[in-house]
């Protein structure tokens, strides 16, 4: 009977071991699988928008909206789109994702942060210049709304959540476009003259040039402190430095330009056909084609996995050397066409 007794207890005691067991296994493997399929997911959403035809689109929310394509029109279409694919690309918005795989990427939210960058300040020239007569106009009701919507935190999860305050700032787009474009209400103005332009480009060439400098930084280079006194020539200073971009940052950095080259790509191809008439006027139409192809080449695919840091002459490529330089020659073609504008 003893014996009866123990064999059942030791018997009971296998069973469990062997329930713990499958249990574990199962927990590994679905632990794998979940894995496996957030890989999977990150590979997915890491994936860069396409480039999208300006004109093509623009046609397509002329017909949507039964109206004719007036001055203006392609720029401020060209806006919505490029915010509705912040929105609407795979994954949606990510940079205020708390979960995998959003939480561990880091390069798509540089990459959103370059395009946002892009569209605050255009929305901001609407706003300011554009859609202004004179100092003295008042602002249109719609682009008072939408560009400090396209400035909300560009991190917030919830309370409220950054894609429900952007989704105001492209409705506000929308609802000025349609006023722009409806011939009974004309109280919506798209002023498409050289000062305007003019002042929108002398931002961006402070920000390209300061974006191609962060990818140039990528090798290191020497600089001379801000706080040196002019030295007799006889002298030599020891306030040089090497600055350098931190190699956790680089890739950062890269997918900000290209995120910012995507989103100029598109606002010059607008700019292209809405302010054709004073671009051949200020014979500028040449140097606005030559920041297109300079911006359509920094948008060529990568081949390489990660980015690459090699040194300036060494074996490896330097993928921020190349996005520097596409970079360097677009803001050259700004520069000289900002001088044309300012012609008389």
């Known amino acids: 009977m003893w014996s009866k007794t123990k064999r059942f207890f030791r018997g009971s005691a296998g069973d469990t071991r062997g329930g713990a067991g499958k249990v574990a296994k199962l927990l590994v493997a679905l632990l794998v699988v979940y894995l496996v399929v957030v890989a999977i997911l990150g590979i997915y959403w890491s994936s860069e928008p396409n480039t999208f035809s300006v004109k093509e689109q623009t046609r397509e929310t002329a017909r949507a909206m039964d109206r004719e394509m007036v001055t203006g029109f392609t720029t401020t279409a060209t806006l919505i789109k490029m915010a509705e694919t912040l ?3 795979p ?7 708390l979960f995998p795989p959003g939480v561990w990427m880091d390069n798509m939210p540089r990459w959103e942060f370059g395009v946002l960058v892009q569209l605050r300040d255009m929305t901001r020239a609407l706003r300011k210049d554009i859609s202004r007569s004179q100092s003295q106009s008042a602002e249109d009701p719609d682009l008072t709304v939408a560009e400090p919507q396209m400035h909300f935190d560009n991190s917030s999860w919830v309370l409220p959540a950054t894609e429900s305050e952007y989704q105001k700032g492209i409705d506000a787009l929308k609802r000025y476009l349609s006023r722009l474009s409806d011939p009974q209400q004309p109280r919506a103005q798209f002023y498409a003259r050289a000062d305007n332009l003019n002042n929108w480009l002398a931002d961006l060439e402070t920000r390209l040039g300061s974006l191609s400098r962060r990818l140039s930084e990528s090798v290191g280079k020497q600089s001379i402190g801000e706080g040196m006194r002019e030295l ?5 200073s020891d306030e040089y430095k090497v600055v350098r971009t931190p190699w956790s940052q680089i890739d950062d950095v890269f997918y900000e330009a290209r995120g910012t080259s995507w989103a100029l790509l598109h606002i010059f191809r607008a700019i292209e056909v809405d302010f054709r008439k004073v671009l051949m006027d200020k014979n500028a139409l040449v140097s606005v084609r030559q920041v297109i192809i300079e911006l359509e080449g920094s948008q ?10 090699g040194s300036g002459f060494g074996i490896l490529a330097n993928h921020s050397l190349t996005m520097a330089s596409y970079l360097a020659r677009a803001n050259s073609a700004i520069t000289d066409l900002r001088e044309l504008l300012s012609q008389g």
């Open 87 to 89: 929105l609407n690309k």
């Open 91 to 97: 994954g949606g918005y990510i940079t205020n994702d």
């Open 232 to 236: 007799p020539e006889t002298e030599t």
């Open 300 to 309: 060529e695919s990568m081949w390489s996995p990660v980015v690459l840091n």
